[in-house]
């Protein structure tokens, strides 16, 4: 029994148990309702602590074994005026639906996301030439089923379609045919074109399906009019709905939709739920949404897995009947293995995943590794390490990290080789602007061969800590001329978005010395910026407008999302900690194109695999 909820509060404070914000929740409840019991205050700490962690809920249950001494929270939680039952007094601060609680705002969204999914469920009528372009954009695969003409047979036909998948199992390249096959459908017969957006939550995963959008529609075997009539740019969806500083609330939303028949989000795990309410307010009931991502990777780091939740049967995929035997007839593939009449339901037949990754072939100690780590094992993940040339498993000890992170290993890259690099291709004094602009591309580019990525940002074996040592010891070879301050060679990353400057959270910028224009030097900061035609332009910036910035030899997995690098390498801390998740290894592991270096104990691997991660969300509940 709980009698006094300050003293309880306090006490959980004191353990670690809660944090300050969840306690401050707590407290404010009592100013709505003097006579509160103290066991919802109780429970209201508790939910604020899971809120914290990502959830977008609490079940019941979960809240028990939290505090065995709340008894049967449901008791209680219905008999308080500050927790209402979904339909109930739409101002109490919490909501109990079914055996899970909320507050008030993250129902809200939820409901939100819900009502607009189930609104978009369904089969639409397809163009009687839909077969036939299938073929003509898909030629017969080697690899069947092929799961990226199914994927795009299955967008073609509804409002709303996910296709999940891993590293280059061509999600782009099934985007791009996607929309080549509606363009060409609905310009046929002399129809309207279809108004088509691209968008990805981080200006950095945005850049990159840019850079590969732009080829892939280059190649895509479709009439001259129909390839102008796919966009080439991607915003960022901040962008897209008109974000207006210093205000959760966008310019785009029900009453002033977007203008769009057909919206693609790519590196859709990275949405939040209160983003994706966002985005689905300001689309119009008739538009089509498209959502690409890896549902494996990381969720957002703001609370809600809302592409995991859509893509928790992808697996297995519990395609209808009706399903089977309408891609049969569309596009000639059998999915009878991913049918299952009895479990089927409408989120199913909207979602594909796909499974072949073209990158990755059977040569690739980066796929397998992935493979081993998605499917939890171990021991196969160790032995991946024994069996493949690009990938190698290194001690954690942070001065061998710093050592790897400058030198790299084995012809894989480290930062020696992004600072030689500066050096080598330095222009002349009297350099063009263009040729300074060759120079900043190419420095971010050899700044992309290698990225280290750690579990945390604090902590001896944090990005903080792990920066400090490279930067120390990149000085100790006389790589660079400083650690602290600004320095040539100093790679940064915005921590904020800066609508002045263009530029977003989480890019990533490189300083140069670049002449002044009056005869001396200064120092620059390189950024890769997309100009109006979506194509890529070099922007040198003076480090004193830039106000949120962070040296980034070292950046956290979470803030890696969206981005490659040739060689990866990741360290893990050699305690178990609850960072350590599959997700974050998995994520880490992908971000590698050619190279991956692990930096743990090998039982902390095995520990990180075995922690799967779970969002709590009623989404998938109110979906099916
Ligand atoms: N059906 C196909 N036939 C031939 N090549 C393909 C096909 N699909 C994809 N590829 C090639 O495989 C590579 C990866 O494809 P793509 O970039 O579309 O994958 P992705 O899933 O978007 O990858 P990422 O992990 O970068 O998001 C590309 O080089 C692409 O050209």
């Known amino acids: 029994m709980i009698a006094d909820g300050v003293a309880w509060l306090d006490q959980a404070l004191a353990e670690g148990r809660i944090e300050r914000v969840d306690r401050a929740f707590a407290r404010f409840l009592r100013t709505l309702d003097p006579a509160v019991d103290p ?14 962690e990502g959830h977008i809920c609490m079940p019941l249950t979960t809240l028990r ?31 109990l639906d079914h055996d899970l609680l909320y507050m008030r705002r993250f129902w809200r969204d939820e409901s939100r996301v819900a009502q607009a999914i189930v609104g978009r469920l369904g089969v639409q009528p397809v163009h009687p030439d839909l077969p036939a372009e299938l073929e003509r954009l898909f030629p017969s695969d080697d690899v069947r089923p092929d799961w990226q003409k199914i994927a795009c047979a299955l ?57 590969s959008i732009a080829g892939q529609v280059a190649q895509l075997q479709v009439d001259p009019a129909v390839k102008q009539a796919i966009p080439a740019e991607v915003t960022t969806l901040h962008r897209l709905l008109g974000s207006r500083p210093d205000t959760r609330a966008f310019r785009h939303d029900a009453e002033n939709p977007l203008h769009l028949d057909v919206l693609v989000i790519d590196e859709a795990s990275m949405i939040d739920l209160e983003m994706m309410a966002a985005t689905l307010d300001a689309l119009p009931p008739t538009a089509r949404l498209v959502l690409l991502g890896d549902k494996d990777q990381l969720s957002s780091v703001e609370a809600g897995a809302v592409l995991g939740d859509l893509c928790a049967r992808a697996d297995v995929g519990h395609y209808s009947l009706a399903t089977r035997d309408w891609i049969a007839a569309a596009c000639e593939e059998d999915v009878s293995a991913w049918t299952d009449g009895d479990s089927a339901r409408a989120l199913d037949q ?88 060759q120079w900043g591309r190419g420095a971010l580019r050899a700044y992309a061969g290698f990225q280290l990525l750690c579990a945390t940002r604090l902590g001896e074996h944090g990005v903080l800590a792990q920066n400090a040592r490279i930067a120390q010891g990149l000085l100790d070879r006389g790589l660079i ?77 979470h803030k890696s999302q969206g981005s490659e690098f040739e060689h990866t390498a990741l360290a893990l801390p050699p305690e178990p900690s609850p960072v350590l998740t599959r ?40 979906l099916l």
């Open 155 to 211: 967008a073609a036909r509804s409002r709303f379609a996910v296709i999940t998948g891993g590293p280059g199992t061509g999600k782009t390249t099934t985007v791009v045919r996607l929309l080549g096959l509606l363009q060409t459908l609905a310009l046929r017969e002399g129809g309207s074109r279809l108004r088509i957006r691209l968008a990805a939550p981080t200006g950095k995963a945005a850049a990159r399906l840019n850079a």
């Open 39 to 52: 066991r919802v205050q109780v429970a209201a700490a508790l939910l604020s602590r899971e809120l914290g």
């Open 350 to 437: 909207h979602v594909a995943m796909l499974r072949h990754s073209r990158r990755f072939g059977s040569d690739s100690g980066i796929g397998a590794l992935a493979t081993a780590i998605n499917q939890g094992d171990a021991h196969a993940a160790r032995a991946v390490f024994a069996s493949f040339a690009d990938v190698t498993l290194g001690a954690p000890s942070p001065a061998a990290i710093a050592t790897l992170a400058i030198e790299g290993r084995d012809g894989a890259p480290g930062y020696r080789h992004y600072l030689d690099a500066i050096e080598n291709t330095r222009p002349s004094v009297g350099a063009s602007e263009d040729e300074l602009m």
């Open 583 to 622: 997700e974050l290894v998995y994520t880490g592991v992908t971000r590698a194109r050619r190279w991956f270096t692990l930096l743990a104990a090998p039982d902390i691997l095995g520990y990180a695999v075995q922690r799967k991660t779970q969002r709590a969300s009623g989404l998938l509940r109110r």
């Open 481 to 557: 001329e400083a650690t602290g301050g600004w320095y040539e060679g100093r790679p940064v990353m915005l921590t904020r978005n800066d609508y002045a400057l263009g530029l977003m959270n989480g890019d990533v910028g490189v300083t140069l010395w670049v002449p002044d224009g009056r005869g001396g030097m200064a120092l620059r900061v390189a950024f890769s910026v997309m100009d109006e035609h979506g194509g890529e332009r070099i922007r040198f910036v003076v480090p004193s407008r830039l106000v949120a910035v962070e040296t980034v030899y070292a950046m956290t997995v």
């Open 65 to 95: 074994e939290r505090e065995p001494a709340l008894g049967d929270p449901s008791l209680f939680l219905s008999s308080t005026p500050l927790v209402a039952s979904a339909d109930g007094d739409p101002s109490a601060p919490l909501v």
